[in-house]
């Protein structure tokens, strides 16, 4: 099954990061296409591009982590150090899953190619 899904947790408070704002858009000639906005579920995940719809090429991934760490009262710097976490990365092929993980807390962050 193919597609593009992601999971971010939050290592600071060691649980899953509920209600990330996360975009993903495809990067073409020119600006990136947005493609889709959306929100971490409870458990920090995120289905973001189903099946057929993943095309070979470069897609960025935008996660609102300042947002996050704010509603979650956690404690941040003014401003915060880490506002959006930005990932650009390529399929190369479509027909393989594609699952990025983010790893994060307010003063850093991490990310792997998943399964």
Known sequence: ?????THVLDTAAGRPAAGVAVRVMRRIEGPPVLLLATHTDADGRARLVEGEALEVGGYRLEFEVAAYFAASGAKVSDPPFLDVVTIDFSVADAGQHHHVPLLVSP?????????
């Open 1 to 5: 099954m193919s597609g593009l899904t």
């Open 107 to 115: 003063f850093g962050y991490s990310t792997y190619r998943g399964s």
